[in-house]
T-cell receptor, first 113, second 116 residues
Framework: GENVEQHPSTLSVQEGDSAVIKCTYSDSASNYFPWYKQELGKRPQLIIDIRSNVGEKKDQRIAVTLNKTAKHFSLHITETQPEDSAVYFCAAPSKGAGTALIFGKGTTLSVSS | GAVVSQHPSWVICKSGTSVKIECRSLDFQATTMFWYRQFPKQSLMLMATSNEGSKATYEQGVEKDKFLINHASLTLSTLTVTSAHPEDSSFYIC????????????FGQGTRLTVV
């Protein structure tokens, strides 16, 4: 099965700075990598995802990059705002298409104004 | 996007009693649903895969006799925590994915279980 490692566990930035969170995965057959944002007591919300046929995807201030050779993918948030403060999780399919997602341990992002 | 609804959002029960949590896909059919448990300040840990019309698949270390899963229809999966103990207190959350290929996983609102 898949194993996902995520770091850092906490990240503090000033408003306007960029934030980068990195994840590695173990199964070279994995082909889908989502990022979720979770606010306290609420359900995870998908913020961006990437499939293995592309190396980068961008949506406004958020981008994800994927390095299949090294088996790692990263979340990039530019021009951070206080409302970006939350816990971010990366994930990968446990055993292939249609299977459960295995989550990283999460990164608590704090953006101070 | 697709909607997954979970009920109840919170429950308090006494030790030794059982609690049932429902997970419904409101606008799509889900032959498979997933149950996770999340302790405070920790990640989502997969407990089991719920399969419509057949037995659930449990992750290593999860007691199938304690966490009963039933997936009787294409839109409903239930998780029953039997003989609950304080250490079962946690945030339980379900998810489902429309389609068979890797697509966005939609999560229920989660259920905060407190066993006293």
């Amino acid at each position: 099965g898949e194993n996902v490692e995520q770091h850092p566990s906490t990240l503090s930035v000033q408003e306007g700075d960029s934030a980068v969170i990195k994840c590695t995965y173990s199964d070279s057959a994995s082909n889908y990598f989502p990022w979720y944002k979770q606010e306290l007591g609420k359900r995870p919300q998908l913020i961006i995802d990437i499939r293995s046929n592309v190396g980068e995807k961008k949506d406004q201030r958020i981008a994800v990059t994927l390095n299949k050779t090294a088996k790692h993918f990263s979340l990039h948030i530019t021009e951070t705002q206080p409302e970006d403060s939350a816990v971010y999780f990366c994930a990968a399919p446990s055993k292939g298409a249609g299977t459960a997602l295995i989550f990283g341990k999460g990164t608590t992002l704090s953006v101070s104004s | 996007g697709a909607v997954v609804s979970q009920h109840p959002s919170w429950v308090i029960c006494k030790s030794g009693t059982s609690v049932k949590i429902e997970c419904r896909s409101l606008d799509f059919q889900a032959t498979t649903m997933f149950w996770y448990r999340q302790f405070p300040k920790q990640s989502l840990m997969l407990m089991a895969t719920s399969n419509e019309g057949s037995k659930a698949t449990y992750e290593q270390g999860v007691e199938k006799d304690k966490f009963l899963i039933n997936h009787a229809s294409l839109t409903l999966s239930t998780l029953t925590v039997t003989s609950a103990h304080p250490e079962d207190s946690s945030f339980y959350i379900c998810s489902a994915q429309p389609g068979q290929l890797n697509t966005e996983a939609f999560f229920g609102q989660g259920t905060r279980l407190t066993v006293v």
